[in-house]
RNA sequence: GGAAGAAUGGCAGAGUGGUCGAAUGCGGCGGUCUUGAAAACCGUUGAGGGUCACACCUCCGGGGGUUCGAAUCCCUCUUCUUCCGCCA
């Protein structure tokens, strides 16, 4: 959510990075900075006639107190008309307050200087490319087709259990997860990210603090007998620990990553874009975050986008980033780096990781803040990013990695895995 | 799941209808003293709104109510503690 202050100090800028988004924002930014002096009127309005009847509270104590019943009961009928005054007011003030929050939450960030303006996937920027995308042996196949002919992975008995979109991993494709999980987490930790285990399902506060709610609730599966989300993303318990927290400037930087399954309704999605691994209700995914100083964090974010690329260059699979367009760009972001693996048998590229820095827009829902020099309670910048979501890389491993003889497993995960290929 | 108790400032902990944004202690910050430090002493120290700055308003787990007036009384929700039951 932005700031108010911001909005009413910088109207015009908002207005035309928004239009990065292809967003005609002039109304609503208006709307905001009136609904904004509304308020402030009532507000004060209210505080008014609150002071005053404060002061004759105070007189009537001091009339009973000195035996002046008669007196005191007439100060009482003042205050009532007060207080009819001011349960009008706060209807009003909250009224407006309500109005103006619902307008915000529908003003999406604004975009950073360098994002591109545009309006799909096709105007990002690529800003980077590295690994040689393979030349596949006659006969290579798609993931999917893969993991049935080494029996690695059964969507057919994760239909039979839950529905589809739901995989079952076997076998040496089980291992292989838990190989990535625990080798992100270990180059995570190596790069100085803390280490946590979080709940899998979060309550309403946490899904607001977010932004999932209200908006988005068709995209998180609900437990309606106990009113929790199951998490779309580790970024959901992850950023919500900072949840009403003040940090010390001291504390700054925070970086802390998890892993977690993440449960997707992703209703709408069909067709071949949600064959095999591509689009799944459940995956795993190795997450990071940072809380940052404002005057950190793009140097933050490029040290995210550094160490992802880092992973992929051990894993030597072929990727690009792509810087995104205002079109592309979500909700709550003002910069994002796509990264996405070649997936040589499908012939597309696959996203397999987002990095944003949202700047103060997550914070000052949250309220998260830290003291500055100066003393005061400032809004910190919030950045995530996943280091890795599971099921793409593992479509970009058997896809890229197959030989006539199996799938040859990259070097760095042979530690973990305990075998050297899938045959 | 049942019973009882509790939730107050960074922490601990008073406060059961007005003079309470809230005693006291610890911690933090500033100062005196000291060659320096410690100790001691003095001062200061919550957040949000509002204002050029004051004034002023709101906040004692969340929400609602009673009252001229609520941290204090009532209802409700949440969380925690202890006991019982169940259980990986």
Redesign the pocket.
């Known amino acids: 959510m932005l700031q ?2 911001y909005i009413r100090e910088n109207k015009d800028l908002v207005i035309s990075r928004l239009a990065k988004r292809n967003i005609h924002a002039a109304e609503m930014i208006n709307n905001v900075i009136a609904f ?1 002096e509304d ?2 009127r009532i ?2 309005e ?17 009339l ?2 000195s035996g002046q019943v008669q007196e ?1 009961n007439a ?2 009928e003042k ?2 008309q ?2 009819e005054l001011s ?1 009008q007011l706060t209807e009003d003030l ?1 009224a407006k307050t309500t109005e103006l929050t619902e307008l915000l939450y529908k003003i999406p960030n604004v975009p950073n200087e360098i994002v591109p303006a545009g309006s799909t996937d096709a105007d990002n920027e690529e800003v980077f490319r590295e690994g040689d995308i393979p030349k596949l042996h006659e006969g290579a196949l798609p993931h999917w087709e893969l993991a049935k002919k080494y029996d690695i992975i059964d969507f057919e008995l994760g239909n039979k259990i839950t529905g589809a979109g739901f995989p079952v991993y076997k076998g040496k494709g089980a291992r292989l997860q838990r190989a990535l999980i625990a080798y992100f987490l270990d180059k995570n930790t190596e790069a100085g990210y803390t280490e946590f285990q979080l709940p899998h399902l979060v ?1 309403e506060a946490s899904g607001f603090g977010t932004g999932q709610l209200p908006d988005k609730e068709g995209q998180m599966y609900h437990v309606t007998a106990d009113n929790l989300y199951l998490i779309p993303t580790a970024e959901v318990p992850g950023t919500n620990i900072f949840r009403d927290v ?1 940090l010390n400037e001291g504390d700054l930087p925070i970086g802390i990553t998890g892993y977690t399954p993440c449960f997707r309704r992703e209703a709408g999605s069909y067709g071949a874009h949600v064959r095999g691994l591509n689009r799944l209700h459940q995956f795993d995914k190795v997450e990071i975050l940072r809380v940052e100083h404002p005057s950190k964090s793009y140097e933050a974010l490029d040290g995210m986008v550094a160490h992802v690329k880092t992973i992929l260059q051990e894993l030597k699979l072929p990727y690009r980033i792509l810087r995104l367009c205002g079109g592309d760009l979500g909700f709550t972001s003002a910069l994002t780096y796509d990264f996405e693996v070649f997936s040589t048998a499908q012939d597309r590229w696959l996203e397999i990781s987002s990095v944003s820095n949202f700047e103060t827009f997550q914070a000052n829902r949250l ?1 998260l ?1 830290f ?1 500055n020099s100066e ?4 809004l910190a910048h919030t950045l995530n990013g996943s280091s890795l979501a599971l099921p793409r890389v593992l479509a970009g491993i058997l896809e890229n990695c197959q030989t006539e003889k199996g799938i040859e497993i990259p070097e760095v995960l042979q530690p973990y895995t305990g075998f050297k290929i899938i045959d």
């Open positions: 108010v202050p904004d308020r402030r507000q004060t209210l505080d008014n006639t609150l002071a005053e009847s404060n002061v004759l509270s105070k007189e009537i104590g001091n009973y107190k005191a100060l009482k205050t009532g007060l207080k349960k909250n309550n003040v309220k803040r003291k003393g005061k309670n400032e």
